[in-house]
């Protein structure tokens, strides 16, 4: 908990920067780092599968240390930004970094718990993560609020410093060894004869668990397929907070610079405040229908911002913490539900691949959002705010249709710990 609330620390401060800073610090245009953001994430796709095997080889703690080295020298990268090239490469350093995290974070969290518990860890530790978020996104809001032209130099640097200072908190042995290294000295003894007939079950079905951990195996299934589809389309709603809304209210709306920051920190307040208590509230609805509840709230979320500019200019900041309030009450219902899905619906040997294939969902919404919102953003608007409805509503109705097709799989956290 210390490592991620530093390190989600900078990144509260550094998320309302993550379009604008190439905006404020370099000549390129609103198109020019749309484009370049999409070239970059299309360029991390494959280090997606090495990071799943790297932390199935490996381990999550290990894969996580790599990750905020990783991290640190991309955004130290950013400082030397001076063309798109330059935008593209430095870009690439830390999504590369992103997609090891998310092969590696849900595997570390589902070593320390399972069943029922996994849910309330994922919203526990999405409350912690985001209680510093929120004070980095105040930091960070007070920083640029002050004018200073080097503002966003400083942040990025304390960003890549949080990282690495994560990285040397990750590196000390973990606390809770893994079953295989304690239980190996007590059966020494009595499990000898275990150990020699071991082998043989593998030997006459060893044929049948070892597709289970291949890549075939898992782009077979069809439940997956459709998990895999209804999250592609949902993970398009997450472009509000981080992409689109700093460049909407500030470079379209002229609203003013700190607004998106503290909309930011107002987002994670409410997930410390209420993630716990959502998430325990939750447990005893299927996650399918959970979730879909959740891209419910965000679609009201999207029809809301969509309707600012045809509200006064008074009340165009009402408007916008209302949308807010919304999109935030959605993730706190649908998040922990997916990311426990994630983890409960992966082969147990192949943990850290099949998270990497899944944290490949969000691939098509980081490679074409951002080009999508530089595009369409200033002139185009309503366009926008069309297309990210429909695909939020299809996401929702995705898992809706999947909780169908393997009700066992989408179950609530109660009824899948007590069916074994």
Request: proline fraction near 7%; charged fraction near 10%.
């Amino acid at each position: 908990m210390a490592a991620t609330s530093l390190d989600t620390f900078g990144v509260g401060m550094f998320t309302p920067l993550s379009f604008l800073f190439f905006l404020l610090t370099t000549d390129l245009t609103v198109t020019e780092v749309g484009w370049g953001a999409s070239l970059a994430t299309l360029l991390s796709i494959p280090f997606s599968p090495l990071a799943g095997s790297a932390v199935d080889r490996w381990g999550p703690r290990a894969c996580l240390v790599a990750n905020n080295v990783l991290a640190a020298a991309g955004y130290l990268c950013y400082l030397l930004v001076d063309s798109l090239n330059a935008l593209v490469a430095s870009m690439l350093v830390v999504l590369c970094a992103e997609r090891l995290y998310w092969a590696a974070w849900p595997a570390f969290v589902a070593d320390l718990a399972e069943g029922a518990e996994l849910d309330r860890w994922y919203a526990f530790t999405a409350a912690g993560k985001n209680a510093s978020v929120a004070l980095g996104g105040a930091a960070g809001g007070f920083v640029l609020g002050t004018g200073w032209s080097g503002a966003p130099l400083l942040i990025v640097v304390l960003n890549a410093a949080t990282s690495v200072l994560t990285a040397f908190l990750f590196l000390r042995p973990s606390p809770r060894p893994r079953p295989a290294g304690g239980a190996a000295p007590e059966p020494k003894t009595a499990p000898e004869p275990e150990a020699s007939t071991a082998p043989d079950p593998p030997a006459a079905g060893g044929e049948a668990p070892a597709p289970q951990a291949g890549w075939g195996a898992i782009l077979r299934d069809r439940v997956l397929l459709c998990l895999l589809a209804s999250h592609t389309a949902l993970t398009f709603g997450w472009l509000i907070p981080t992409v689109i809304l700093p460049v909407y209210l500030v470079e379209v709306r002229a609203l003013p610079t700190w607004l998106p920051s503290t909309t930011l920190m107002l987002s994670s307040l409410l997930i410390v405040v209420g993630q716990t208590y959502v998430t325990g509230r939750l447990g005893t609805v299927a996650r399918g229908r959970v979730i879909s509840w959740g891209a419910g709230l965000i679609l009201c979320a999207v029809g809301l911002l969509a309707a600012v500019p045809a509200v006064g200019e008074g009340a165009m900041v009402a408007v916008v913490f209302l949308a807010v309030l919304l999109f935030t009450a959605g993730q706190m219902t649908a998040t922990p539900a997916f990311v426990a899905l994630s983890a409960t619906a992966s082969p147990p040997e192949a943990r850290g691949r099949f998270l990497a294939l899944f944290n490949l969902t969000w691939t098509l919404s980081a490679v074409v959002g951002p080009a999508l919102v530089g595009v369409l953003i200033e002139r185009h608007g309503a366009v926008l705010w069309a297309v990210l409805a429909a695909l939020v509503s299809l996401g929702g109705l995705g898992y809706r249709f999947t909780g169908r097709l393997a009700p066992h799989l989408l179950a609530s956290p109660q009824v899948r710990q007590a069916t074994p």
